[in-house]
Structure formats: structure tokens, C-alpha cells
């Protein structure tokens, strides 16, 4: 493969297969058809309610919503919460563990507030290497007294390779027992499943990803933890109110095919860099670095010239909520911290650049003019 070096082999290795336009199609289908399920047709053009329903102790249309969201995954409960992702990760980790307990990780970089999570609450980590189902199996059957198996759907650092089905599937050959929460951030409805569907216990992301509003979490899973965060959280003030879960499904109807177009303009827009329609680029390749994008590494260290400049030219430069309702212009940003970490080179010669809702040809548009007027800087 021209211009690919075994680094960069090993990140293509790492991509995690996305969904066809086709496939999203019928995703979109089979969550409408949830909604049909659940919902009567004036319940389901009414805005919501709010409150604590005397019924179901939160928003009867937050109630109708979980109910569709836990079924659509085949889950037996959904609880949606506050903070996003982090918020549902809080929340789920909160729920099966007591500070001081034992949680196993993957032995690598933790995702920043995912670290945050684990030292307010107190937790002891075990690491464990998820590229090697060996070391999983070891170390599962080795720390007895751990409460809960922690894992990340995307990757959290670029010579990633596990699959996510595999390494569940290692985990309960051994422990059956053994709670498993997946962090299925950037990768709902993206991907061909979630930890849930691949026999993990809880799965968790953010509605802000996949179109919704702005600080809901989801939880799939278990009934009992799951009723117990809603026992928890009794509080009028904390609930998800009814017009909020409401407009976070409304939303979610529209993020498989989207995310699967972006996937398509992504792998395009890697084929054509790589045939040369951008002077002064070396290579391109694509990553699961969080969202699925394209890392461009530039013949000269003009990196962050470049990126200011294609602010300039109608690029977004840095993200709302990394694929959020509000990133519709393409995005072309410095490359990810562990990245750097990696190739420390990227600091000056690379570009992270995610299509979002534009195609191929208006990012190549912005590069041909970008990377010219850096180097004349």
C-alpha cells in the first residue's frame, strides 16, 4: 500500500466497520417502529410533560421514550440522565461500585473525564491489555473481587485492534457474573451494534451525539441498576423532562443515515487526498480517533497555520459535541492528544479532518486553498 507506513497500517487496522447507507435505513426503520410501539399518535405530536408522574416517578413521555430506547436495543430497562455521556458513565459506575472497589480497565490513555469519573468516586483500577483476549481472560480470572469490567467501544488509543464482541465474550466465558458497562460514545448508531446487543450488561452515550439536545445521557441494560438510578433520582429538578425526551427521539430518527453518509463522504475523502488532489500532502489514512475521520499528515510543519486559516475559508476548527446537531460545517483540527503522543511529529504536520454533514469535495476546496496560503506565511 503506496505511502502507508506500518504505523499507519496498524491505525487502518483500528477503524471500526460503520454502518451502509442501506443498513442505516433500516436502522431508522426499526427505532420508528419502536416509537409506533410505544406511543399513541397524540402522545406522540404532543411536546411532553414535566415533573415526577405519580405513576412512573418521572415524565410519563421520558417513561414512553425509555421504553422505546430499551426495547429498540433489546435491553431490559433505559434510564435517560443528566451530563451526556460522562453523566450516564457517572451514573452506571455510581450505581454498581463503592469507593475503594476494583473496576477493570483497558491499559491504556483513559478518556480525560472518564479518569474524572473514576477519582471522584473513588474507584481502584485494574488494567488489563483488551488487544490481547489472553490477558483479558488472565486478568478477569485473576482479580476476583472486581465489580465491574470497564470498556470502551471506540478507541482510546490508535494502535487499538479489539473487537468489542470478543473481548465480552472473553468476560463472561470467565465470569459470567461479572457486570460489563460499555462506553458506546461515538459508536450508536454508527456501528453494527452496541455492548448491550453483544451481551454486555450496561451501555451508555450521549444523546448530544446523534443529533439530540444538549446534556442527556442514555443507560441500556439491566433492570436492576437500572431502576435503582431511578429510585436515586427522585428529584423533579433532575428528571429529563417529557419535551426534552421527546426532541432527543424526534432527533435520534435521523442519526443512523446521517452518520452513514458522513462514514461515505470519510472514506472518500481519504481515497482522493491520497490520489494527489491536494498539493503539499503526504499521505491521508482513517482513524477511530473518537469519531470516525481522516488524519492528513502534510509534506511541510504548517499544521497549525493551516487549520487557522481554513477558519477562514469555512471550516469549522474545533467541535460543539463532536458530532452534535450543531456540526454541520466540515471540521479540520489539530490531531488528538494521544495521537501526538504516538508521533510526536503530528503536532506540526498533522490535520484531523471530519466531514460531518458536508462531502469530500468542499473539504478538498478548503485544503487547495489553505495549504498554499500557509506556506506563504
Given at each position: 500500500?503506496?505511502?502507508?507506513?506500518?504505523?499507519?497500517?496498524?491505525?487502518?487496522?483500528?477503524?471500526?466497520?460503520?454502518?451502509?447507507?442501506?443498513?442505516?435505513?433500516?436502522?431508522?426503520?426499526?427505532?420508528?417502529?419502536?416509537?409506533?410501539?410505544?406511543?399513541?399518535?397524540?402522545?406522540?405530536?404532543?411536546?411532553?410533560?414535566?415533573?415526577?408522574?405519580?405513576?412512573?416517578?418521572?415524565?410519563?413521555?421520558?417513561?414512553?421514550?425509555?421504553?422505546?430506547?430499551?426495547?429498540?436495543?433489546?435491553?431490559?430497562?433505559?434510564?435517560?440522565?443528566?451530563?451526556?455521556?460522562?453523566?450516564?458513565?457517572?451514573?452506571?459506575?455510581?450505581?454498581?461500585?463503592?469507593?475503594?472497589?476494583?473496576?477493570?480497565?483497558?491499559?491504556?490513555?483513559?478518556?480525560?473525564?472518564?479518569?474524572?469519573?473514576?477519582?471522584?468516586?473513588?474507584?481502584?483500577?485494574?488494567?488489563?491489555?483488551?488487544?490481547?483476549?489472553?490477558?483479558?481472560?488472565?486478568?478477569?480470572?485473576?482479580?476476583?473481587?472486581?465489580?465491574?469490567?470497564?470498556?470502551?467501544?471506540?478507541?482510546?488509543?490508535?494502535?487499538?485492534?479489539?473487537?468489542?464482541?470478543?473481548?465480552?465474550?472473553?468476560?463472561?466465558?470467565?465470569?459470567?457474573?461479572?457486570?460489563?458497562?460499555?462506553?458506546?460514545?461515538?459508536?450508536?448508531?454508527?456501528?453494527?451494534?452496541?455492548?448491550?446487543?453483544?451481551?454486555?450488561?450496561?451501555?451508555?452515550?450521549?444523546?448530544?451525539?446523534?443529533?439530540?439536545?444538549?446534556?442527556?445521557?442514555?443507560?441500556?441494560?439491566?433492570?436492576?441498576?437500572?431502576?435503582?438510578?431511578?429510585?436515586?433520582?427522585?428529584s423533579g429538578g433532575g428528571q429529563v423532562q417529557g419535551y426534552e425526551a421527546m426532541e432527543l427521539l424526534r432527533m435520534m430518527t435521523?442519526?443512523?443515515?446521517?452518520?452513514?453518509?458522513?462514514?461515505?463522504?470519510?472514506?472518500?475523502?481519504?481515497?482522493?487526498?491520497?490520489?494527489?488532489?491536494v498539493p503539499g500532502i503526504d499521505s491521508a489514512y482513517m482513524t477511530n480517533a473518537q469519531s470516525k475521520n481522516v488524519i492528513v499528515?502534510?509534506?511541510?510543519?504548517?499544521?497549525?497555520?493551516?487549520?487557522?486559516?481554513?477558519?477562514?475559508?469555512?471550516?469549522?476548527?474545533?467541535?460543539?459535541?463532536?458530532?452534535?446537531?450543531?456540526?454541520?460545517?466540515?471540521?479540520?483540527?489539530?490531531?488528538?492528544?494521544?495521537?501526538?503522543?504516538?508521533?510526536?511529529?503530528?503536532?506540526?504536520?498533522?490535520?484531523?479532518?471530519?466531514?460531518?454533514?458536508?462531502?469530500?469535495?468542499?473539504?478538498?476546496?478548503?485544503?487547495?486553498?489553505?495549504?498554499?496560503?500557509?506556506?506563504?506565511?
Amino acid at each position: 500500500m503506496p505511502g502507508y507506513d506500518r504505523t499507519k497500517l496498524k491505525y487502518a487496522e483500528s477503524v471500526l466497520p460503520s454502518l451502509s447507507i442501506d443498513e442505516a435505513k433500516e436502522l431508522q426503520f426499526s427505532l420508528v417502529h419502536m416509537m409506533s410501539r410505544h406511543f399513541e399518535g397524540k402522545q406522540f405530536l404532543s411536546m411532553g410533560d414535566l415533573g415526577v408522574s405519580p405513576k412512573w416517578k418521572r415524565p410519563e413521555q421520558t417513561y414512553l421514550v425509555e421504553r422505546a430506547i430499551a426495547d429498540f436495543f433489546e435491553a431490559e430497562e433505559c434510564a435517560l440522565v443528566r451530563g451526556a455521556g460522562t453523566g450516564a458513565i457517572r451514573t452506571i459506575l455510581s450505581s454498581l461500585l463503592s469507593a475503594g472497589e476494583k473496576m477493570i480497565i483497558h491499559s491504556a490513555p483513559v478518556y480525560m473525564t472518564t479518569k474524572e469519573t473514576i477519582r471522584i468516586l473513588g474507584l481502584n483500577t485494574v488494567s488489563a491489555d483488551y488487544n490481547r483476549i489472553e490477558d483479558v481472560q488472565n486478568v478477569v480470572n485473576t482479580v476476583s473481587d472486581a465489580k465491574v469490567f470497564y470498556i470502551q467501544h471506540a478507541r482510546q488509543q490508535p494502535t487499538d485492534t479489539y473487537s468489542l464482541k470478543e473481548v465480552i465474550s472473553a468476560v463472561k466465558s470467565v465470569r459470567p457474573d461479572l457486570p460489563i458497562v460499555v462506553d458506546d460514545n461515538y459508536c450508536a448508531f454508527k456501528t453494527h451494534g452496541i455492548g448491550v446487543e453483544y451481551g454486555a450488561d450496561y451501555s451508555t452515550f450521549s444523546g448530544f451525539k446523534v443529533l439530540g439536545p444538549e446534556g442527556i445521557g442514555i443507560i441500556v441494560g439491566k433492570k436492576e441498576a437500572i431502576d435503582f438510578i431511578h429510585e436515586r433520582n427522585y428529584s423533579g429538578g433532575g428528571q429529563v423532562q417529557g419535551y426534552e425526551a421527546m426532541e432527543l427521539l424526534r432527533m435520534m430518527t435521523f442519526a443512523p443515515v446521517s452518520l452513514a453518509i458522513q462514514n461515505e463522504q470519510v472514506e472518500e475523502l481519504c481515497r482522493r487526498l491520497n490520489e494527489g488532489e491536494v498539493p503539499g500532502i503526504d499521505s491521508a489514512y482513517m482513524t477511530n480517533a473518537q469519531s470516525k475521520n481522516v488524519i492528513v499528515e502534510l509534506a511541510h510543519p504548517i499544521a497549525k497555520k493551516v487549520i487557522s486559516i481554513s477558519d477562514t475559508k469555512g471550516a469549522a476548527t474545533h467541535p460543539v459535541g463532536a458530532e452534535s446537531k450543531y456540526e454541520i460545517i466540515p471540521m479540520i483540527y489539530r490531531v488528538s492528544g494521544s495521537f501526538i503522543e504516538a508521533q510526536p511529529r503530528l503536532k506540526d504536520y498533522g490535520l484531523r479532518i471530519n466531514p460531518m454533514k458536508a462531502g469530500a469535495s468542499t473539504i478538498i476546496s478548503i485544503l487547495q486553498k489553505a495549504i498554499p496560503e500557509a506556506m506563504e506565511t
